[in-house]
């Protein structure tokens, strides 16, 4: 079956600082591999896409990487802001579907002073 | 900047009664997408549309759902009898092209609590 696992599930870190989410998948073939922001009560937002073939992405102070051997994935945020407070989740599209989203269970990142 | 719009933000029902979830999607977008989230759960697929019929959907989405676009704006999604287990919440998506890169822009959600 189709997953997509995330770590760790819940984060809090000091304004200023950096910090990294991991994403597993076993998802397979896959065509691409997406973040997504989710701030609580609203929809989710794309930070960045990489196709299986991508091994980084940035997005200003998100970088995105990925290792398809290994089927993980991570995104760095660089200088946390109080506004990067928000659930990230990893979405992998299997290759053969544009429809069927495969999300992973998020990581809720607290951002403080 | 275009975005998806959903209405309500919010519906609370008895169980077994009919609700109706309304969304516009982004106006040159051609596909649209309903997903749900159980709280504390991950978003999950139910449906895929395009051209006036439905594309995919998931085991989730039984006899129980059905998805319209009514007019030229509206793309809705009802429950005829809704359960207990339905409360979630419940997310509509557009995008502009069926291509796997084709990015889903999403709605702020319809919050649905069956009682």
């Known amino acids: 079956k189709n997953q997509v696992e995330q770590s760790p599930q819940s984060l809090i870190i000091l304004e200023g600082k950096n910090c990294t989410l991991q994403?597993?998948?076993?998802?397979?073939?896959?065509?691409?591999l997406r973040w997504y922001k989710q701030d609580t009560g609203r929809g989710p937002v794309s930070l960045t896409i990489?196709?299986?073939?991508?091994n980084t992405k940035s997005n200003g102070r998100y970088t995105a990487t990925l290792d398809a051997d290994t089927k993980q994935s991570s995104l760095h945020i660089t200088a946390s802001q109080l506004s990067d407070s928000a659930s990230y989740i990893c979405?992998?599209?299997?290759?053969?579907?544009?429809?069927?989203?495969?999300f992973g269970t998020g990581t809720r990142l607290q951002v403080t002073l | 900047e275009p975005e998806v719009t959903q209405t309500p933000s919010h519906q609370v029902t008895q169980m077994g009664q009919e609700v109706i979830l309304r969304c516009v999607p982004i106006?040159?977008?051609?596909?649209f997408y309903w997903y749900r989230q159980i709280l504390g759960q991950k978003v999950e697929f139910l449906v895929s549309?395009?051209?006036?019929?439905?594309?995919?959907k998931s085991e989730i989405f039984d006899d129980q759902f059905s998805v319209e676009r009514p007019d030229g704006s509206n793309f809705t999604l009802k429950i005829r009898s809704t359960k207990l287990e339905d409360s979630a919440m419940y997310f509509c998506?557009?995008?502009?092209?069926?291509?796997?890169?084709?990015?889903?822009?999403f709605g702020p959600g319809t919050r649905l609590t069956v009682l």
């Open positions: 106006s040159n977008h051609l596909y």
């Open positions: 990489m196709t299986f073939s991508e």
């Open positions: 979405v992998v599209t299997p290759t053969g579907t544009a429809s069927k989203l495969t």
């Open positions: 998506a557009s995008s502009g092209g069926r291509n796997e890169r084709n990015e889903q822009f």
């Open positions: 549309f395009y051209n006036n019929e439905i594309s995919e």
């Open positions: 994403c597993n998948y076993t998802v397979s073939p896959f065509s691409n």
